[in-house]
């Protein structure tokens, strides 16, 4: 054996057999081969298996080798071997250098444990200890399978990861000068750092809307002591004093919470305790979770309370986007935002048909479950089941009102001509559940005022959308109707009366309005005894006088803007019904424009029977209202849905004359357009009155329909007659051209006076008021003051009892009060003051001569205070009132004028809301006169604002109030207040009012700003001035009113919303704002028209969308290219 048997074989391959013998020394014969060759062998067999098994897993699993798991895995694998290369080194550095001999036993061990972890390496599989032969000290196995998770997610588990934190930027070791680490961060998106929560988030609303915590006061310490002492909690104290004595307590000295301990019982929940914010939403979830317990035990227990039902719908809104565990998360994206709306919608519809199952006969929880439905539902499925709502409960009004809403409202379906019919039938129908033909259906309470009211709602409906003509034959026909039926057909049900009322129609007949109209009964009459005999009758000279003006003004305009003038022009002189004169020889064939006749079959369905006095003035006043006469006496109540019939901008541009602060309030603005001004919204050229044949048409209708109501209605009606003079004579000197109001001033009089001339007119103090006014208003003030002592010498001996002769004396101190304070303050002894002492006393009215008896004045107080007393509150009127508060501020001050008003307040707020008109006088004569007052003497403004906020609190649909808040208010640049007080009154109002004024507010605050901005700079300094953010909040506030559901359906709110996004410069977004106002005003011709104004290059789209949806159209673009060729 060789000295060194590591290389005994290559030194015997190398020696010949002859050099053994000289190298015998070199030999060991001690040691034995086959150790070596043992572990040969071994080796060459363990190594050649783990190549295969690593190659096999390579190819077992190729998708991995890009991933990092096989780099940190193959790091592991070096790291372990590392350490048992330095524990052998360690094992051998131990031991020593005293030998390095390997023994063959060593050796054979040593071949047995590698073979049996290369079989354990090569099976992949696990063992029980108990199975393995010659179990060792340390068993193991390696697991080579895929691990599935590793392949579906992207990473490794984070648990299975160490994490640290690293102190500091330095590396030990590092030579700072010429050394440094870069260390680079991870991920930003994956550190588990939250980020600051602001007011808004989910947790900090829930804190917010979670119970108070109790925190008790600290005193200061007082003493010099080297530490802070703390007080004793109270409930401490009061547990050391009140401590009960036990044989667990004998001294007294625990507290509560040590005692309970001992008896092994917990502490009860004290409210109050220090929670955090998982505590408060706790507490948050619980409310809600209560709240919802009780809803459904009240809902089990009554399950026919149906504002139960309706209250638990609107609280699943609170519910769903409110603060608890409940609610989805407001700082999702838009997509989850719809999908939990959705949700809530599918969720209150499954409410919603528990309640109508519950019950089946409740027509609001059907309405309710429609409203619902049309986020959910196609339009057709949603038109189907109206028809058949309205075809299970045909006699409720107020179901047909919704009905007829949805159905001109809705854009996909919507078409004139169809909604028309549906109002036809709707009526039709009503008719017949009232005259007892459907006994299926009893007739509900208040049924013949809901059938006029949907009656009044079609007509304006045909009006917004242009077909004025309709319209007018609409009202024609039920005054022909109701008036003038003959007596043989009064007791038919309606549906026969209508049919005998056809062939009238269509005979060609003179109407109401038209000259020699003598009504249905009298024509038949006449048929009966063989026909009228018309007498030829000489054509008149009217051709000269009819001849118009040429319709095309500049052929240079562009074809929008000839198409716009043309069609405004015509929209104001061709709304009459087109007839054909018969003394002319003219026939059907010779109408140019065949939809301005109208047939009998567009207004047949809608007659209806109007047998009531009262119903009847009313029919009459509300078509004189259609034709633009103010209607201030009374006798009209405001429609049901007045926001829908809101198209003007008159009713927030035409604020109180400060000429005139205390009578300017007299005719306010209705906010609808009359008939013939149905333009686009910046139109400035609307005339006083109607057009020629307007006028007479009107002249005509008066004169028809006086001798047919009684005596007192016939007052009301001469008093719109008069005041419509008076209307058109201030909107002349608005105008500033003297030769129309001159000519106006003498028509008005003539006028007034003729009807002062009637024999039931003579005593009709309302009459002489209005005319003692319009002298006044045309300069003559001797002559009105002669007027006015006329009519008082006739009627003062009425007293306070009179309301007539009250508002007749409040008028005239008002026009004299305003005349003095021109020239300084008002004297005692005014004659303002004279003329409310002689009301009282009662007596024989003389003029004034200039001297006021002090006695007088003490015996008139008293008078009015009496009079106030035994009127009471249901009884007072505004005019009484109104004398109280004047005389008192002339006599006394203004805090004795503001106690009477403040006790009428206080009567007002406890009254029923039938009496909403007087209180609104009275309202608007308090702050009126405070005005007054502010504006000649040093007053506080807060008792002003106060007033206007208490009046406006409880009448926010009041124009005239709102124009007196907007200019107490502009004289502030601050508009905080303002806009808090708009956004808590349009909260609680059923009115878009309130939105419009705001909207208003904010548009003439920018218009301040931009002035400013642009003041001493040339125009093209700043072509784009810069955000201020008011366009934003203008934005906000049209979209919170559109969203309401008394402002969706608003065409006023549409117009100026789409009007400001385009004068604001985003045409963009006014185009969409164009489209969205079409899918909820889509019968509004105004709209269009302000389209076409607004973006004059798809003047050809709207024209066609127009004609799609059947809106009048009286001038198409082929006529305009027709008369420019002309």
């Known amino acids: 054996m060789a000295l060194f048997p590591s290389c005994a074989e290559i030194s015997n391959s190398n020696n010949s057999a002859g050099d053994k013998g000289d190298l015998e020394w070199l030999s060991n014969k001690s040691f034995s081969t086959e150790a070596l060759k043992t572990r040969q062998r071994a080796t060459d067999r363990a190594q050649p298996e783990t190549e295969e098994a690593t190659h096999a897993s390579q190819q077992k699993c190729p998708e991995r080798e890009d991933s990092h798991g096989r780099s940190k895995k193959r790091k592991k694998e070096k790291k372990k071997k590392r350490k048992k290369e330095k524990k052998s080194k360690d094992d051998s550095g131990s031991s020593g250098s005293e030998s390095d001999t390997v023994y063959p036993s060593d050796l054979l061990k040593q071949e047995n444990t590698d073979r049996q972890e290369a079989q354990v390496r090569v099976s992949g599989a696990f063992m029980w200890l108990d199975d393995l032969q010659s179990p060792t000290d340390s068993p193991f196995c390696i697991d080579r399978r895929a691990d599935r998770a590793n392949w579906e997610y992207k990473s490794l588990y984070r648990g299975d990861i160490a994490r640290y934190r690293r102190k500091g930027g330095s590396c030990l070791g590092l030579d700072f000068r010429r050394q440094a680490v870069s260390w680079v961060e991870g991920d930003p998106k994956k550190r588990a750092d939250r980020k600051p929560e602001r007011y808004f988030s989910s947790s900090t609303r829930q804190l917010l809307r979670s119970d108070g915590q ?530 106006q001033g003498k028509r008005s009089k003539r006028l007034a006076k003729r009807l002062l001339k009637e024999p039931e007119n003579r005593g009709s103090l309302a009459l002489w008021r209005e005319y003692a006014h319009l002298e006044w208003l045309l300069g003559n003030l001797e002559e009105a003051r002669k007027v006015f002592d006329t009519a008082l010498g006739m009627g003062v001996s009425k007293g306070l009892n009179d309301p007539a002769l009250c508002n007749l004396s409040l008028l005239y101190a008002q026009l004299e009060v305003e005349q003095a304070s021109k020239s300084g303050p008002v004297p005692t002894s005014s004659p303002a003051v004279y003329i409310l002492t002689k009301l009282a006393e009662g007596a024989a009215y003389t003029p004034f001569s200039g001297q006021i008896n002090p006695v007088a004045i003490l015996k008139a107080r008293k008078a009015y205070e009496q009079a106030l007393l035994n009127a009471g509150s249901k009884k007072w009127t505004s005019s009484l009132v109104g004398c109280f508060g004047l005389f008192q501020y002339l006599t006394m001050g203004i805090d004795a004028a503001d106690a009477v008003y403040g006790q009428a307040r206080q009567k007002a707020v406890n009254s029923d809301a039938s009496r909403r008109r007087d209180w609104e006088s009275i309202a608007v004569q308090h702050v009126a006169l405070l005005r007054h007052h502010t504006s000649t003497n040093v007053f506080p403004l807060s008792r002003l604002r106060l007033a206007l906020t208490d009046a406006l609190s409880l009448l926010p649909s009041s124009a005239p109030l709102w124009h007196l808040y907007l200019q107490t208010e502009n004289r502030y640049h601050s508009a905080g207040r303002t806009r808090r007080f708009f956004h808590s009154v349009a909260k609680r109002a059923e009115t878009v009012v309130p939105y419009l004024f705001a909207i208003t507010a904010e548009q003439r605050l920018k218009q301040l700003l931009d002035s400013v901005q642009r003041s001493g700079i040339p125009g093209d300094a700043l072509p784009i001035l810069p955000e201020n953010g008011l366009s934003n909040r203008i934005r906000c506030l049209f979209e919170a009113a559109a969203a309401t559901e008394h402002g969706a359906h608003c065409p006023l709110l549409w117009r100026m919303y789409l009007n400001f996004m385009v004068c604001d410069g985003n045409a963009e977004r006014g185009s969409g704002v164009f489209y969205k106002a079409l899918q909820e005003v889509p019968w509004v011709k105004g709209l269009y028209m302000d389209a076409v104004q607004l973006f004059p290059e798809r003047v050809q789209e709207f024209l066609d969308l127009m004609t799609e949806k059947e809106l009048r159209l009286r001038v198409p673009m082929e006529e305009v290219d027709i008369l420019l060729e002309d």
Not at 225 to 245: G, K, N, R, W
Not at 335 to 351: F, G, N, Q, T, Y
């Open 214 to 743: 109790v925190v008790l006061p600290v005193t200061a310490a007082t003493n010099s002591d080297s530490y802070i002492q703390l007080p004793a909690c109270t409930d401490e104290q009061d547990s050391y004093t009140q401590a009960p004595v036990s044989w667990l307590n004998p001294l007294g000295i625990y507290d509560p919470g040590t005692s309970l301990w001992l008896e092994g019982k917990g502490q009860p929940e004290v409210k109050g305790d220090q929670q955090g914010v998982d505590s408060a939403q706790s507490t948050g979830s619980s409310q809600i979770t209560g709240r919802v317990e009780e809803f459904n035990r009240k809902l089990r227990e009554n399950p026919t309370d149906i504002q139960m039902w309706l209250d638990f719908v609107h609280f699943q809104d609170e519910l769903a986007f409110g603060s608890g565990s409940f609610s989805a998360s407001k700082d999702s994206d838009g997509d989850m935002r719809k999908m939990s709306l959705r949700a809530v919608l599918e969720k209150k519809l499954s409410i919603m048909d528990r309640a109508v199952e519950s019950n089946p006969g409740n027509v609001d929880l059907k309405l309710e479950k429609l409203r619902l439905c049309k986020e959910l539902w196609e339009p057709a499925v949603l038109l189907k089941e109206w028809k058949k709502l309205v075809f299970i409960h045909p006699n409720s009004a107020p179901l047909w009102r919704k009905y007829l809403l949805f159905t001109q409202s809705n854009f996909s379906t919507f078409s004139v001509s169809k909604v028309n019919s549906v109002f036809g039938k709707c009526l039709s129908t009503l008719s017949a559940v009232q005259d007892g033909s459907m006994v299926s259906h009893p007739p509900l309470p208040g049924t013949q005022e809901d059938i006029l009211e949907i009656f009044l709602q079609q007509c304006h409906f045909l009006r917004q959308a242009g077909h004025t003509e309709k319209a007018v034959c609409l009202f024609q026909a039920l005054l022909d109707f109701t008036f003038f039926k003959p007596d043989s057909v009064k007791d038919l049900p309606t549906r026969q009366q209508v049919e005998f009322f056809e062939p009238f129609w269509d005979s060609g007949e003179s109407r109401i309005g038209e000259r020699e109209a003598r009504g249905w009964k009298a024509w038949m009459l006449q048929q009966q005894r063989g026909g009228w005999v018309i007498p030829p009758e000489p054509d008149d000279d009217d051709d000269d006088e009819e001849q118009e003006d040429p319709e095309i003004k500049d052929k240079t305009w562009p074809k929008w803007k000839i198409w716009l003038d043309v069609e405004t022009s015509r929209e104001a002189n061709h709304w009459l019904p087109w007839r054909p004169d018969k003394t002319k020889g003219q026939s059907e064939e010779d109408c140019e424009d065949p939809d301005r006749q109208v047939l009998f079959d567009d207004i047949g369905p809608s007659m209806i029977r109007v047998d009531r006095p009262d119903l009847q003035l009313r029919l009459i006043l509300a078509f004189l209202q259609f034709l633009g006469l103010p209607t201030s006496s009374g006798k009209v109540s405001a429609p049901t849905d007045s926001n829908v019939l809101l198209d003007d901008l008159s009713l927030l541009e035409e604020g109180p004359d400060t000429e005139r602060p205390l009578t300017s309030y007299d005719l306010p603005a209705t906010g609808m357009s009359s008939v013939g001004h149905m333009t686009f919204l910046s139109d400035r050229r609307k005339q006083p009155g109607l057009c020629r044949a307007g006028e007479e048409f009107l002249q005509n209708v008066l004169e028809r329909t006086l001798p047919l109501v009684s005596a007192r209605d016939r007052a009301a009606v001469a008093l719109c007659w008069l005041q419509y003079e008076k209307l058109k004579v201030l909107r002349c000197l608005h105008s500033g051209n003297k030769k129309r109001l001159k000519a």
